[in-house]
């Protein structure tokens, strides 16, 4: 029989079958997912894990979903996947998946899109990019309430805001498409004087979301004054 030492039991490239121990509503086309883990590791913030769904022709798709829980939460991940109309894996999740179901991953994994705890924070999501935003938000909030860390986040109407009941005032939200009819903050796309009124005096930058809104939104920063370094991003779009 294969024997392991306990590092490589928890390695994070290892597939594990987690089981999923609740499941969260977040919007029409938005859910979450406790993931409790038997070989779980901590993470860190903006960390993410692989997901691999085999059919029983053994057919096999894989994709990446970001870490939304803190590492606090020790021995469970949450997950949080959009639906995609004509997705493979998205749409199982939403259409499939319930309850008491296993389910293969593997991770964290390593990557610069990570928060070590630096400060000032911007945070910059788009659509579902808010999620690994909200897993440094959350762990902030409950090892280092102190640290300022300030969420921009795109959304296309109230209805779509993930997370809704957490934001808070460290959140400042734009609607693009649809806002609420008492709404007095923003609305369009991310812009100039968006970025302007959060100010460009911070530490570090993590934007993600859709390739198009990286890519404008990390524009925007840039030209407001931070400097590249000091940008991070994800993207979450078919070729990320
Ligand atoms: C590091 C990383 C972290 C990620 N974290 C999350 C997360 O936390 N939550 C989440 O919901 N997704 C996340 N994603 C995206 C996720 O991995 C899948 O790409 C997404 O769920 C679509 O998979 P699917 O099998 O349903 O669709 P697919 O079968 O892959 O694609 C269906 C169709 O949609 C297009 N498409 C694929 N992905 C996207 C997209 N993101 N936006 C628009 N069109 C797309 C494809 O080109 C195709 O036409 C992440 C991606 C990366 C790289």
Redesign the pocket.
Same mark, same amino acid.
């Given at each position: 029989m294969e024997r392991l030492t306990s590092v490589e039991q928890r390695a994070p490239g290892r597939w594990q079958v987690g089981t999923v121990t609740a499941i969260k509503q977040e919007t029409p086309r !938005?859910k979450s997912f406790w993931l409790e883990l038997p070989m779980w590791m901590p993470h860190l913030p903006g960390q993410?894990y692989d997901v691999r769904l085999t059919a029983p022709d053994g057919y096999r798709?894989q $994709?990446?979903?970001?870490i939304?829980s803190s590492p606090l939460d020790a021995g469970k991940i949450e @997950?949080? !996947?959009? $639906? @995609?109309e004509? /997705? %493979? !894996? =998205?749409?199982y999740f939403h259409d499939v998946v319930v309850e008491g179901d296993q389910v293969e991953v593997r991770g964290p994994f390593t =990557?610069y899109f990570v928060w070590r705890g630096e400060s000032p924070v911007l945070l910059v999501g788009g659509g =579902?990019g808010v !999620?690994?935003l909200m897993g440094m938000l959350r762990h902030r909030r409950r090892t280092m309430p102190e640290l300022q860390m300030r969420l921009i986040y795109s959304v296309r109407s109230a209805q779509e805001v993930i997370y809704a009941d957490e934001l808070g005032d460290d959140a400042l939200l734009t609607f693009t498409r649809l806002a609420p009819e008492e709404w007095k903050g923003p609305t369009g796309r991310l812009s100039a004087s968006l970025v302007a009124d959060v100010g460009t005096n911070f530490e570090l930058a993590f934007v993600c979301g859709?390739h198009g809104f990286v890519e404008s939104a990390s524009s925007l920063l840039l030209e407001a004054g931070l400097e590249r370094g000091r940008v991070r991003t %994800? $993207?979450? /779009?078919?070729t /990320?």
């Open positions: !938005v993410h798709a $994709r990446s979903y970001s939304a @997950l949080t !996947v959009d $639906r @995609l004509d /997705g %493979e !894996v =998205s749409p =990557s =579902s !999620v690994p859709s %994800e $993207r979450f /779009g078919p /990320g």
